[in-house]
Structures are given as structure tokens and as C-alpha cells.
């Protein structure tokens, strides 16, 4: 990993109290609510246009297939072709190696139960076409009344850093204080089936 890529875990403090976003303070409160439950009428399908969720096991040093990405997903927001022919290619084929190796180590923390929040800052490890970019992740392992198992995924942009320029000073787009027109409707309790 080059020295401007990393990731780093953060406490789940940030999220319990509100400083990682309504939508992870939301997502975190109903999977300790419902005990990593979810059923069919889920407060949580709001957050669906936003959310990766991904089987809930994988090969060592690697990242769990994608099985659903929400349309405005940070995922879809890079990789819109990556959902298109699934038999052919799987998503996470289009993403690097050697991004899916840096960050495979939260997965089996999320398999065996457990919540994981990290930091990442991304370098080049996506590709030419992808900008280098710092993302906050929460990773949640979710269960059916019919123990189908899924982690929810869901991944926050922060800031968009760029290339140098001819001066040598660096670019950067923040995003930390995103706006989002998105808000819990209910409590974040529900009721699992």
C-alpha cells in the first residue's frame, strides 16, 4: 500500500453518538435493537438506495461477493457497469486486488457478529479511473427470521483528493459535511418475524 493509502479502524463511538452520519447512527441502532434481525417491513429499507450488502462469508485475504448495491451507493457510484452481467463477471472483479486485500481483514470481524467501522484513504489502489478518495465504512452482519445472512455495507465518501498539479499543491473536494436530504422516518426499532 503506497504511503497516501490506508485503513484504519475507528471507535464505534463515532457512530453510536451521531458523528458518523444519521444514516450509520440509524443503521447501527436497529441492528442492536433487533439483534442483527431483520425482516420484511425493516425500517432499514430506507437506507437501501445507499446500502452494499455482501454474502456473509468469503476466501481468506479477500472481500464477500456483492449481492445487492443500492442505486446511490458509493459502490454504484464508481463501478455503475459492475451489477450488469454477474455471470460473466462478479462485482468485486472490478475492484482490485490490492484494494480487496486491504480491506478484507474487517470481513471476518463482521462474519462472526461483531460491528466494524473504519477510515479509509483509497491511493491509487482503485484503478486509473477511480479517484484517490478518503471513505468511512459500517459493517453490519444481518440475519432473517430464516437465518439468511447478509452484510449490510455502507460507505460514506469524505473527501476526493486529486492529483498534483504543475505547483505541486494538491486538489482536494470535501465532503464532511455532506448534506443528505435522507432522515429516519420511525424508530429504529422493529420487529423481527
Known amino acids: 500500500m503506497g504511503k497516501s493509502a490506508f485503513a484504519e479502524p475507528l471507535s464505534l463511538a463515532n457512530v453510536e453518538n451521531g458523528l458518523a452520519g444519521d444514516m450509520e447512527q440509524f443503521l447501527f441502532r436497529t441492528w442492536r435493537e433487533n439483534k442483527g434481525i431483520i425482516d420484511r417491513n425493516s425500517p432499514l429499507s430506507r437506507l437501501s438506495p445507499y446500502l452494499l450488502m455482501t454474502e456473509a462469508h468469503a476466501d481468506p485475504g479477500d472481500v464477500p461477493q456483492v449481492t445487492f448495491a443500492g442505486h446511490k451507493s458509493t459502490f454504484r457510484r464508481f463501478f455503475p457497469d459492475a451489477l450488469e452481467n454477474r455471470s460473466v463477471n462478479p462485482p468485486t472483479s ?4 490490492e484494494y480487496r486485500e486491504s480491506v478484507a481483514d474487517a470481513y471476518p470481524v463482521a462474519f462472526s457478529g461483531e460491528p466494524w467501522f473504519d477510515f479509509q484513504r483509497t491511493g491509487r489502489r482503485l484503478g486509473d479511473n477511480v479517484p484517490d478518495m478518503t471513505l468511512q465504512r459500517l459493517l453490519l452482519k444481518f440475519r432473517t427470521a430464516g437465518g439468511h445472512e447478509r452484510v449490510f455495507c455502507l460507505i460514506k465518501l469524505l473527501e476526493t483528493h486529486r492529483q498534483f498539479d504543475q505547483s505541486g499543491r ?24
Not at 472490478?94 to 486486488?97: A, D, G, S
Open 94 to 97: 472490478f475492484l482490485p486486488e
Open 170 to 193: 494538491t486538489h482536494h473536494r470535501r465532503n464532511f459535511r455532506q448534506i443528505s436530504s435522507w432522515r429516519p422516518r420511525s424508530s429504529a426499532k422493529g420487529h423481527p418475524s
